[in-house]
Nanobody, 126 residues
Framework: HVQLVESGGGSVQSGGSLRLSCVAS????????MAWFRQAPRKEREAVAT???????DYAPSVKGRFRISQDNVKNTLYLQMNILKPEDTAMYYC?????????????????????WGQGTQVTVS
C-alpha cells in the first residue's frame, strides 16, 4: 500500500506561481507512474501532468509550458511547479501513483490507470 500526502496549495493572484508537493510513503517500489490531477467544481477530474519512472513527462495542453512535474527520489516527493497561473487553474489538485506503463514511453493521462490517491490540496487563482 502507498500513502500520498499533498501540500502547497493556496490562494494566488492571476499570473502568480505555486509549487505543490506530494510525499509518498509505504511500498513505493510499485509506483512507477506518478501524476497530478485536478478537479474543479462541477467538472470531471482531469490529468494535469504525468511522470514515468524513466523521466518521461506528459502534460495537458492547457498547462503545457506553464507547469512542470518533477520528482525527488531521495525524498520520495513529487512536485508540480505551476507558473503563470490563471483563474481556470482553480481546482482541487490530487497526487496519484500507479503501475509502470511498460513499453509505453509515457504514463497514460487516464484516471483509471492510477491506484493510489492523495486527499488533495486546493488551489485558488483570482
Amino acid at each position: 500500500h502507498v500513502q500520498l500526502v499533498e501540500s502547497g496549495g493556496g490562494s494566488v493572484q492571476s499570473g502568480g506561481s505555486l509549487r505543490l508537493s506530494c510525499v509518498a510513503s509505504g511500498d513505493t517500489s510499485t509506483t512507477h507512474c506518478m501524476a497530478w490531477f485536478r478537479q474543479a467544481p462541477r467538472k470531471e477530474r482531469e490529468a494535469v501532468a504525468t511522470l514515468s519512472a524513466n523521466g518521461g513527462t506528459d502534460y495537458a495542453p492547457s498547462v503545457k509550458g506553464r507547469f512542470r512535474i518533477s520528482q525527488d527520489n531521495v525524498k520520495n516527493t513529487l512536485y508540480l511547479q505551476m507558473n503563470i497561473l490563471k483563474p481556470e487553474d482553480t481546482a482541487m489538485y490530487y497526487c496519484a501513483a500507479g503501475p509502470s506503463a511498460g513499453a509505453l514511453a509515457l504514463c497514460p493521462r487516464v484516471q483509471g490507470w492510477f491506484t493510489y490517491w492523495g486527499q488533495g490540496t486546493q488551489v485558488t487563482v483570482s
